[in-house]
Structure formats: C-alpha cells, structure tokens
C-alpha cells in the first residue's frame, strides 16, 4: 500500500552538498514519524535522522549532527535529507523510511515501510 521512492543521490567531492527527497504513495508524511538510515560497503544499517511530525522533534546521529537536517512538505507527501559539508565516510546507499506512528525513532525496528535507497558516493 505505501511506496517511498528515494532520489537525490550520487557522486560529490569532499565538502559539497546534495539534498535527498523521499516521496510516500499516501499520506504517510503527516501521520507517520519518518527516518533516513545508511549502510556503508562492509557496515551494518545505521541511523542518520529522524522526525515527528506532530511534534516536529528531530534526531540526529552523532556523526551527522550540525551537517544534515531532515525537514518535510506535506502538500508533496515529501520528506528530505539536506546533507552539507560531505566527506568521504558519508558514502553509503541511503534509506528512507516510514515509521507506523507519528513519533521519531532512531530504531529500524520501529519502522514499517521502507525505500528502495540511493546511492550517495563522496571522494576526496
């Protein structure tokens, strides 16, 4: 019933910026908390962000904070991934994801629709 389709990603050097999108099949984004995680060649799924659309609470993992923010546009069923000032450790194939109730969460598990991810590749 519910699609999410990543785009936005690809190939940019060291201290660049690219901006994710994420759009759901119905109306996900304004009843549902919404997360983008990434997977690394060689890592485990890792957490990135996260936001409550009710209370628009953010989460951001360690490694990302002050750098990415996660924001939306309800009247596009939209969310976004706005990535600044990128190195080469943020490369990995980004994921995003539609948690079933309206609060952020940094756990996968909470989360029950998935995209299919988008590459993003960063040299230096």
């Known amino acids: 019933q519910v699609q999410l389709v990543e785009s936005g990603g690809g190939l940019v050097q060291a201290g660049e910026s690219l901006r994710l999108s994420c759009t759901a099949s119905?109306?996900?984004?304004?009843?549902?908390?919404m997360g983008w995680f990434r997977q690394a060649p060689g890592k485990e799924r890792e957490f990135v962000a996260a936001l409550s659309w009710r209370g628009g609470d953010t989460f951001y993992a360690d490694a990302v904070k002050g750098r990415f923010a996660i924001s939306r546009d309800n009247a596009k069923n939209t969310v976004y991934l706005q990535m600044d000032s990128l190195s080469p450790e943020d490369t990995a194939v980004y994921y995003c994801a539609a948690n079933r109730y309206s609060s952020a969460s940094t756990n996968s598990r909470n989360y029950a629709y998935w995209g299919r991810g988008t590459q993003v590749t960063v040299s230096s």
């Open positions: 119905r109306r996900t984004t304004s009843n549902n908390g």
